[in-house]
């Protein structure tokens, strides 16, 4: 060992140790004829004293010293480290020797910028000195948090007989779902491999072999046209369980997040909500709520139609938020909030607002529509007080409570009711099994395609498949969904019907999975499972909203590493082995 | 949940007690009017007893019964729930209902090979039902093994401070080692990610990064033509260290080793002995010994020479070992070790005997040649005893070496010398840094670009490159590779050098490895690793030679997954949008 202690480690107890410490210099500074160090590593940092200092020492050299551990003068109350600090003399003598007693183990030029909680450098800069940037510490401890996250996740999990089991990387592509990436196969030439977007099919398999509780942390890959934020591989912790019912599987994953929260932030929770995916959409109009706060939405369709405001009258929905204590806000606030609505983002024509006054008065951008009666009957509505703010949009239903939501959320964040130290689980449950889509013409999973109908909506299968219910659920952490899951279909007859459903032929079912309709005939038990996003998880228990820094060597928006610059042109020799040619 | 209780669950403190199970159905017996069934799980065999019988349940079956635990008649000690067994009426009451007492959950057809221990059916049937050979218990077992071994390297090592850290899997080709799988990327036309051979480079940015103890249980990938038991595929226990010596290194997963032994396997050690590079190759004639038996090799060069043999004397090194107890071989057995030798996989030109008799006189194969006083200094040399057989290979000194070093191994095998169940763990050291390639006529690196020459011997570098010895270690057990690693070079300019040395050109070794050159400029610390193949470590320590059984889900030699049928054709729309084009 090059060390006997980190630079985390002495205390007031250590005084009069021979230590010997390695680092990275963070700072040094001359104070008149006495010259300190800051020596940093991953544990904390060590101030060395020394009386003579060789000044060719820069920033970021990696050193190694030894000395002597005596009491500071003036303590730092703010590390722990902050009692002592290390006199390093120009050289000490042990028993044979003279040995330096300052080493520089490796030199460093001047860092493209500052390695501080608070850095000068740009994005694109500290991406492709991502090995800098990592010493910062907002990286190490968002690496720190991610490794024991992971580790808790896998000894809960271990403690209640989950197995953890590898399944392969290089899989089959199946065109159903987002984009594989794919891989030329050199020793099958013309055939390819393709990246698993989720063990899906594997666990299920799992569950046929008779492994009852699997999981495993596993990457995943989606070749998705990047938006921020997403990544091309990414990480999930994936689980599934034979011979449970939905039930089964919200307490056992509800426990382990209650676990997570616990050894990790120290938060108690006793049980998660639920709130079923019609309710979300009906009082959130989003199926995944951000409930730190409440601003439900409120339905005031009935009493605001047929009063000659032609907006309302003409639509199917109108809908208002209360914002609490906003009677206040400006015109120009307003304007904004107009505005906001209005960007092609949420796509509203526009905003109406009542103001609540403190004197009992009622203001409104349709005044001339309503009586101060009818004004307060809305404020009635949405248990809205002397003070408060009512915003109403209105339209086809599913447009006006997406467009509302987007509002909710701007003024959640706007109000500062969205606090990153809070902590606001919520289970959603009851999606529905299919979606409809317009390009397509047909229908598709709206979770996949091994989700269970409803044992009591089956019979709506034929007659209104838009309007079975899925035995599927998501878990919601402060407004972003943080996993999904299902009761898995384990009939051969009922994933069939279902392949039919999402429009493949029986050839393309049987070529595709194949290997699954068949195992389901050799004794394939009830199951069902859950995927977590962990990167996200990462980021959230870390109260932030990006995951690319909870990423130890993420992408940027073009799935690009700038750091190595990949991906890369390669051989021809190697394009010629894999019998493929690039065709631009 | 679907059962109260798993069927491995029961003992005689349950009796009494009304359990509702669910498995697959192992086996059934009529036993004059009273039924049997096993019912299995992961957990184990739980006996159902029933007056009355659906024969229409088959083999694998998957079943849920409700029925009172009560003793057995006839107890089973082969099986924890031996002692009773649970009697399933054809209904039970409970106190609102009629409830039936068994439930078909899942039927199955039969299968097409027997779920047993031995089962009947072969290699290439069972890989194409891999779901169904999974609930096999030998493989189950081993699948267990897997999970325990991963689970308790992580809690092993996450408590010495190391943190796992995820590396990216869509990186950049290096043309340098193995070939690698490639991934074309569609946002970057004509340009390709690689799959990593290791997390090699990232490992040693985040020693540069600080995060001085790092492992990760990690998926790689080599495209290579595929030998009998490798996969493209294959799972490392990747791990790095900064600030530390080769002996820290060592020490550091011997004692993780140690630790999976003792709470794996129960077996306690308390060392692993060492050999270095050139005793290993001396006395085994190979760089992986296997030392569970003795049979070193005896050098009687200078005892056999000048005799008239010419075979003897035309060679560079005659080399014997000796085969206790084995005098008595019969010619048709010698003839055997004969014709081992002679195979093309060891080429030897043939295998000259001495038998050291039992009345003490000697026999050999060039009897003419030698005295009995020259035979009888083979056998000291050999420290043989009478009883004992000596066996001699010669020629030019590394063949035969690795020649013998078959034989040894053969011998090892047929006398039962190499037992499963003993495991004799071996660090084997400076390795050479360098081997000389004569296809491509220049020096390869024998461990990778990145391993360290020793300080003694970098005057070598220059005046003799293939006599330098690295810092690099191999963990052997039982003859077997489990484990390599090195210190790396941490400093720019030497590992330009290494650079130079491997026959890349200043601009080769930027374009490809100029961003480890670049950190390795901003203050890298000393640094230095380790790699496991955990696939291998599984098969070992479940006693076995193949790793096939401790994969979930592994590939045949054809790299292919016969079960999902994988790699396949992709649509022309898929290659169109990745701008590649078959060329076949």
């Known amino acids: 060992m090059y060390r006997t202690h980190t630079n985390g480690e002495l205390r007031i107890e250590d005084i009069g140790k021979v230590v010997t410490l390695c680092g990275w210099v963070q700072a040094k500074r001359d104070l008149g004829g006495m010259y300190f160090i800051d020596l940093r590593d991953r544990y904390g940092i060590t101030q060395l004293a020394m009386g003579d200092f060789d000044f060719s020492i820069g920033r970021e050299y990696v050193i190694q010293v030894t000395g002597k551990v005596v009491e500071r003068v003036s303590k730092n109350k703010n590390i722990p480290t902050g009692d002592i600090e290390v006199v390093v003399e120009n050289q000490v003598i042990d028993k044979d020797n003279h040995v330096s007693s300052l080493t520089i183990l490796n030199k460093s ?40 996250l992971s580790i808790e996740v896998r000894k809960y999990l271990d403690s209640i007989n989950f197995l953890e089991i590898e399944t392969p990387y290089l899989i089959k592509s199946t065109p159903e779902g987002a984009r594989d990436f794919v891989v030329p196969s050199r020793m099958n030439p013309g055939q390819f491999y393709a990246l698993p977007q989720s063990p899906q099919t594997f666990k299920q398999l799992l569950m046929v072999s008779g492994y009852d509780r699997y999981y495993q942390i596993v990457r995943c890959f989606r070749d998705e046209d990047l938006r921020a934020d997403r990544q091309p591989e990414f990480t999930q912790i994936d689980c599934e369980m034979a011979f449970v019912t939905q039930e089964d599987i919200l307490q056992t994953f509800e426990a382990l997040m209650v676990h997570l929260f616990q050894v990790t932030k120290g938060i108690d929770f006793d049980s998660f909500p639920r709130m079923s995916y019609a309710d979300a959409m009906l009082n959130y109009g989003c199926d995944k709520p951000d409930i730190r706060f409440n601003m439900q939405f409120n339905y005031i369709t009935e009493l605001v139609k047929g009063k000659g405001f032609a907006i309302f009258d003409d639509a199917e929905s109108i809908i208002a938020i209360n ?17 906001f609505v209005k960007r092609p983002q949420v796509g509203a024509k526009g905003l109406i607002y009542l103001r609540c006054n403190e004197d009992g008065t009622y203001k409104s951008s349709v005044d001339k529509f309503y009586t101060e009666d009818e004004l307060k009957k809305w404020a009635t509505r949405c248990n809205a007080k002397a003070g408060d703010l009512i915003l109403v949009l209105s339209g086809e239903t599913a447009t006006t409570q997406a467009q509302l939501s987007a509002l909710r959320l701007h003024l959640g964040n706007q109000l500062a009711l969205r606090n990153p130290d809070i902590y606001a689980p ?70 069939s019907r279902m392949f039919d459903l999402l429009g493949f032929t029986k050839e393309e079912a049987q070529a595709q999975f194949g290997f699954l309709l068949n195992a389901f005939e050799y004794g394939a038990p009830p199951h069902g499972g859950i995927a977590l996003g962990f990167d996200r998880l990462c980021a959230l228990f870390g109260g932030q909203e990006t995951i690319r820094d909870f990423i130890a060597f993420p992408k940027n928006n073009s799935g690009r590493d700038v750091m190595i610059d990949a991906p890369a042109t390669i051989d021809k020799k190697q394009l010629d082995e894999l019998n493929i040619k690039v065709t631009l």
């Not at 914002?323 to 505005?339: G, I, P, V, W």
Request: hydrophobic fraction near 30%.
């Open 323 to 339: 914002a609490e204590n906003c009677a206040s806000y400006t015109r120009k606030q307003l304007d904004e909030l107009t505005d």
């Open 426 to 495: 919520l289970w959603v449950y009851d999606f529905p099994l299919l979606e409809w889509n317009e390009e397509s013409g047909r229908f598709h999973a709206m979770h996949h395609p091994f989700t269970s109908p409803k044992t009591e909506d089956l019979t709506l299968l034929d007659s209104n498949p838009g309007n079975v219910r899925a035995n599927a659920y998501d878990l919601v952490l402060n407004g972003t969904e943080i996993g999904g899951g299902s009761i898995r279909i384990h009939d051969r007859a009922v994933q």
């Open 109 to 148: 030029k001047t860092p493209p910028f500052t390695i501080e909680n608070e850095t000068d450098g740009g994005e694109e800069l500290r991406m492709q000195y991502r090995y800098l940037d990592l010493r910062r510490n907002p990286l190490r401890n968002n690496i720190e948090l991610r490794h024991r």
